[in-house]
């Protein structure tokens, strides 16, 4: 049976590294599993992969989609299960990479088919977010599914306004669609977790976002500001640009504002990241011989 090897962990940690040394040892494909990367027009923000890095090993749902288009985790999980068929019609080995947890879960385990949300719920959120603002809409979340709370992007209305539809519509939590029974795969999966002790991880954050600041985030920002409105849009970095545009923000306000949400952030991934069975952590500083070591014995077993 073919294995995908799959390399998870929180932003900045060092996955888009460790992937190019994986799947360059053993001559395969990258499969991105990272959500903010599929869009085309958001490039500094998301941390996609250098041009030289894309070139070194050839990689799948990086740039694939427009902030115009909507793609669902469902589509997601299709997609990536018909490219891993074909690569591994090729090759034994893939490796797959990415910080999207609901995104890796789909295609490692999937889950059932979310329910039809009826119009009433939908507008029970939506009405109950333009009414009451975001600390209302947190606040029911955490009260109908505080497991899935936990995780959650607590910044981002459209995914808890999502969970919460579901939440009003089935009387259930939205996680409790997320933890059936695994489907059967065609792969046996290598899951490898790259992990930190907190302060290197913040620090990582911090000098990222710094660098992106150099690269043009705030002119990236900018250029995508007539769409803030955008699904695709409501994500760390871009949405805090964003209230600096609208005067709400000093720039440096809005730049300390993305390091603080995105540390948030990767709390959260790793709360994600430890629920998931079968994942061997390794420390950031472990060098990738080792890794590469581990997971060729995983595979000769």
Avoid at 66 to 81: H, M, N, R, T, W
Avoid at 240 to 251: A, I, P, Q, V
């Amino acid at each position: 049976m073919p294995h995908l090897i799959t390399v998870i962990g929180p932003t900045a940690i060092g996955k888009t590294a460790l992937s190019l040394q994986l799947a360059r040892h053993f001559d395969c494909e990258i499969v991105s599993c990272d959500s903010r990367q599929f869009f085309r027009e958001m490039t500094i923000g998301t941390a996609v992969p250098e041009p030289e890095e894309l070139e070194l090993v050839r990689h799948h749902f990086i740039h694939n989609k427009s902030i115009f288009e909507e793609y669902s985790v469902g589509e997601f999980e299709k997609d990536a299960l018909a490219t891993l068929h074909d690569l591994f019609s090729k090759r034994h080995v893939a490796v797959m990479v990415g910080g999207s947890g609901l995104y890796v879960d789909a295609v490692l385990k999937g889950f059932d088919t979310f329910p039809e949300v009826p119009p009433e719920a939908r507008e029970q959120a939506r009405k109950g977010y333009e009414d009451e603002g975001l600390e209302w809409l947190q606040q029911e979340l955490e009260k109908r599914d505080p497991v899935y709370y936990q995780t959650v992007d607590t910044a981002n209305p459209q995914r808890m306004m999502r969970a919460l539809e579901v939440c009003l519509a089935t009387g259930q939590p939205y996680s409790s669609f997320l933890t059936r029974e695994n489907r059967e795969r065609d792969f046996t999966p290598i899951i490898i977790g790259l992990d930190a002790p907190r302060e290197t991880i913040y620090d990582r954050i911090n000098r990222r976002v710094d660098i992106m600041v150099r690269e043009g985030l705030v002119e990236e920002a900018r250029r995508l500001y007539p769409h803030r409105d955008l699904n695709a849009l409501q994500t760390v970095g871009y949405r805090e640009l964003f209230r600096y545009f609208d005067g709400e923000l000093s720039l440096e306000e809005a730049l300390e504002e993305i390091k603080k949400n995105t540390r948030r952030f990767a709390k959260r991934q790793l709360t994600w990241f430890r629920r998931t069975e079968g994942v061997e952590w390794f420390d950031v500083a472990t060098n990738a011989s080792a890794i590469i070591e581990f997971v060729n014995r995983r595979i000769n077993i």
